[in-house]
């Protein structure tokens, strides 16, 4: 094969694979946001089925290695687009190769069983009745490491899948200096008599909706190139760079949920819309990595729009729809907005003790795939780790191991990029300081300097360069989870005088 097949061949592939996913992500979008009628929901799975098999296809056949080979083999000169092309697709054959067809095949069964099995086991409290699944599941995912292949420890072969270069040795560190340094402010911020003035009462939906062109203004999302809906469970697709398309969940009892999520969703989407656009035929119109999709995320959430500057800017939006607001001042939001304290489930965290939920998911998963304990062991150790680390135990399973469905679905090694990519996030606001003034812009509410940097250090990269290789481009280092630390350390300390 000479270098101009190779090219055509790709280029042919991921092009096909771009209009693949974009159809799979209108057909998503239609039904979480209108539904599907019930009586077409077999028809419906066996389209996203049989799309899902065409993407598996053009990826898994031999023209698709023999180019990456091809062009691996010219290595020197490729240009940096080429050569990160030719990378993503030779790692994904890979990848797909590396797994025998019998097992992959047993192993969507078992995740579809598992998951349905999983709803009415938590709806029970009944752990028993997962467990059998979990122990496949588990065994499944051992012998996956093998598969994928790993130089320490098994985990380092699942860690890596779902953010790139992440491995045991890295996450110890990470985690390490959360326990040291985090958990004991938040035993501290617990035992503390003083609390902080809540949002509490009912706010009409109507009324929330209003402020929504506002925020999502005010995070950089462009609204003529996407479109927003209300599901369950929020989130962000992506059909193309010019039609990214956010969801939220609105609560009347609740006021900063859909608030924050949104911002959470724009995050993302801000991200996917920045992208250059010759990146498309290359197929790296896309994140390295999940960890630091969601650094995007969690930098708007948390550390631009969970600051006092930024209660400055909401207060009075807030007040034009509710008179609630009428006696509150920036101070009292600014705490409101922080409130942190040791809780039991994960997706209902607060900033400060959210990455404590992920550690003990984290020690868990390690110690499984090191085959150093077993399924039935978990709600029991899970417990403990929960008093251990958070200072809070699970009075039953249904709000302790039974509450994500990630194990049923197979998604082991997940979690720690959640925690991960928020100290990306950290890291990167910590370099874009240095030339931006973050706390004006937020005060201003302009913050087109602050996209402006991420555009050019971040969103504009794509999948080009590795995480690793990201943030050491954009902020001059290595990963360094200091900057994570420091940043919570800080932020609470003052905010509960502790
Ligand atoms: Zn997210």
């Known amino acids: 094969m000479t270098k101009l097949q190779a090219f055509d061949v790709l280029f042919r592939k991921i092009e096909a694979v771009r209009h693949i996913s974009a159809a799979l992500a209108v057909i998503n979008w239609d039904a979480l946001t209108t539904g599907v009628p019930e009586k077409s929901l077999p028809a419906h799975g066996a389209t996203m089925g049989w799309l899902s098999g065409e993407l598996f296809s053009l990826i898994v056949s031999p023209d698709s290695i023999e180019s990456v080979e091809t062009l691996e083999a010219l290595d020197s000169e490729l240009t940096a687009n080429e050569r990160a092309m030719t990378r993503e697709v030779g790692r994904r054959y890979r990848k797909l190769m590396a797994v025998p067809p019998d097992e992959f095949q047993a192993f969507n069964a078992l995740a579809a069983q598992a998951q349905t099995v999983w709803e009415t086991a938590r709806a029970k409290s009944d752990y028993d009745m997962i467990l059998p699944y979990y122990e496949k599941m588990f065994d499944y995912q051992r012998r996956l490491c093998d598969w994928y292949g790993y130089s320490k420890h098994p985990y380092d072969a699942l860690l890596d899948d779902y953010e790139r270069g992440a491995d045991v040795e890295t996450l110890d560190r990470f985690f390490g200096a959360l326990r040291e340094k985090i958990a004991p402010l938040v035993k501290k911020i617990g035992a503390n008599k003083e609390k902080p003035k809540e949002i509490e ?78 990146l498309e035929r290359y197929g790296l119109a896309d994140t390295p990595s999940m960890g630091v999709h969601e650094s995007q995320s969690r930098l708007y959430e948390n550390m631009l729009c969970r600051s006092r500057a930024f209660a400055g800017r909401l207060l009075p939006k807030l007040r034009e729809q509710f008179d609630y607001f009428s006696g509150w001042d920036e101070d009292a939001l600014y705490r409101a907005i922080n409130i942190a304290r040791p809780s039991l489930i994960r997706i209902e965290a607060d900033e400060l003790t959210y ?47 039974l509450q994500d469905v990630h194990w049923s679905g197979g998604a082991i090694g997940y979690f720690p990029t959640y925690a991960v990519g928020t100290a990306y996030g950290a890291q990167f606001v910590n370099a874009m300081r240095k030339t931006v003034d973050v706390d004006g812009c937020l005060e201003k509410g302009d913050l087109a300097p602050v996209n402006g940097w991420l555009k050019e250090n971040v969103h504009r990269h794509g999948a080009v360069l590795l995480p690793g290789d990201l943030l050491k481009q954009a902020t001059g280092e290595p990963f360094d989870p200091k900057y994570y630390i420091d940043y919570l350390g800080e932020k609470f300390t003052d905010l509960y005088m502790v």
């Open 201 to 278: 009462g009912l706010f009409d939906i109507g009324k929330q909706k209003k402020l929504m062109p506002w925020l999502t203004d005010f995070t950089g999302y462009d609204r003529a190139r996407g479109k927003t809906g209300e599901v369950e469970h929020p989130f962000c697709t992506t059909i193309n760079r010019h039609d990214v398309r956010i969801t939220t969940k609105y609560h009347e009892d609740n006021l900063l949920s859909a608030l924050f999520s949104t911002i959470h969703e724009s995050g993302h989407a801000v991200y996917e819309q920045n992208m250059a656009e010759e």
């Open 355 to 401: 990455s404590l939920h992920i550690m003990v998911r984290y020690e868990l998963e390690k110690a499984l795939m090191a085959g150093e304990i077993q399924a039935a062991e978990l709600p029991g150790l899970w417990a403990d780790k929960y008093e251990e680390l958070i200072g809070v135990r699970p009075e039953n399973d249904a709000v302790g191991v």
